[in-house]
T-cell receptor, first 113, second 116 residues
Framework: QQQVKQSPQSLIVQKGGISIINCAYE??????FPWYQQFPGKGPALLIA?????SEKKEGRFTISFNKSAKQFSLHIMDSQPGDSATYFC????????????FGKGTMLLVSP | SAVISQKPSRDICQRGTSLTIQCQVD?????MFWYRQQPGQSLTLIAT?????????ESGFVIDKFPISRPNLTFSTLTVSNMSPEDSSIYLC?????????????FGPGTRLLVL
């Protein structure tokens, strides 16, 4: 049973456009939702994260929107740049003494020049 | 954030052999984690390694196949034993910082393993 479903699997966006990646979760105990960015040959890097007490968090061009009732959260990349081309993973964890992350399957983003 | 290094960065191994992967952190951390990322796939947690206790393995992973050591607060090793081509993957270690946003995990660069 996949606990975090991520879509789309791949995405092509023109430079300057908005990239949107969606995730849905099933376990209502999840209370921490990070997004990771991974470039080829590198480990995942934490991009931005949100907790369910807020509906939106923005850091620069990256915004997380969170809908607790729908059990969905999404990553928006504004003014997408070719340097944003990477694989993006959403994840979720439960506050339980230590953090075990459950990852989505990833979205490969290509921003065309 | 923590700076994490892994050795080796990549290796090609023969079937039936074992490989030990090292993970070094530049600060003391309580929780370290080992993940497997198969080609083009997501990350799957293998085990959690806390200093001073036995590693906790996730379903589908066993200690005989993936023994883990955690001798101190800055270092851990994962051994992939009796390898088969199905073990070809990227192996990643991650850490949770001891203070602040402890639910956050920071990842090392990964070890790319090819088993022939």
């Amino acid at each position: 049973q996949q606990q975090v479903k991520q879509s789309p699997q791949s995405l092509i966006v023109q430079k300057g456009g908005i990239s949107i990646i969606n995730c849905a979760y099933e376990n209502t105990a999840f209370d921490y939702f990070p997004w990771y960015q991974q470039f080829p040959g590198k480990g995942p890097a934490l991009l931005i994260a949100i907790r369910p007490d807020v509906s939106e968090k923005k850091e620069g061009r990256f915004t997380i929107s969170f809908n607790k009732s729908a059990k969905q959260f999404s990553l928006h990349i504004m003014d997408s740049q070719p340097g944003d081309s990477a694989t993006y993973f959403c994840a979720a964890s439960i506050h339980s003494g230590y953090s075990t992350l459950t990852f989505g399957k990833g979205t490969m983003l290509l921003v065309s020049p | 954030s923590a700076v994490i290094s892994q050795k080796p960065s990549r290796d090609i191994c023969q079937r039936g052999t074992s490989l030990t992967i090292q993970c070094q952190v530049d600060s003391q951390v309580t929780m370290m984690f080992w993940y497997r990322q198969q080609p083009g796939q997501s990350l799957t947690l293998i085990a959690t390694a806390n200093q001073g206790s036995e590693a906790t393995y996730e379903s589908g992973f066993v200690i005989d196949k993936f023994p883990i050591s955690r001798p101190n607060l800055t270092f851990s090793t994962l051994t992939v034993s009796n390898m088969s081509p199905e073990d070809s993957s990227i192996y990643l270690c991650s850490v949770a910082p001891p203070t602040g946003d402890w639910e956050t995990q920071y990842f090392g660069p990964g070890t790319r393993l090819l088993v022939l």
